[in-house]
Nanobody, 124 residues
Framework: QVQLTESGGASAQAGKSLKLSCAAS????????MAWFRQAPGKEREGVAV????????YYADSVKGRFTISRDNAKNTVYLQMNSLKVEDTAMYYC?????????????????WGQGTQVTVSS
């Protein structure tokens, strides 16, 4: 089992930045792929960014490419999501997810472990 704990969610104005953290514990060998998803009210959960811990390869949804950066600190078993140039449409609950083997990187069904989420609210 892998336990994931997110933090860093907050309210921010459009154009500003926020950084989310996801601390992993337990059998982290099962967390080959680490990802951030988000879900806005009334919308489906969508994949935002993915990191393959094997070689550090990253992948982003088009909606955040160039604005968000996923990174990791192996010593702390923590993955981050740096969010710059925030937009109102980035408002959502952000979830950290982990999976052992992932084929379709932005699909939630690929991930076995989930955190409880952290709220990001962006105002104009």
């Amino acid at each position: 089992q892998v336990q994931l704990t997110e933090s860093g969610g907050a309210s921010a104005q459009a154009g500003k930045s926020l950084k989310l953290s996801c601390a992993a514990s337990g059998d982290t060998r099962r967390a080959n792929f680490m990802a951030w998803f988000r879900q806005a009210p009334g919308k489906e959960r969508e994949g935002v960014a993915v990191l393959y811990t094997g070689d550090g390869t990253t992948y982003y949804a088009d909606s955040v490419k160039g604005r968000f950066t996923i990174s990791r600190d192996n010593a702390k078993n923590t993955v981050y999501l740096q969010m710059n140039s925030l937009k109102v449409e980035d408002t959502a609950m952000y979830y950290c997810a982990a999976g052992l083997w992932v084929a379709d990187r932005l699909q939630e069904y690929e991930y076995n472990y989930w955190g409880q989420g952290t709220q990001v609210t962006v105002s104009s």
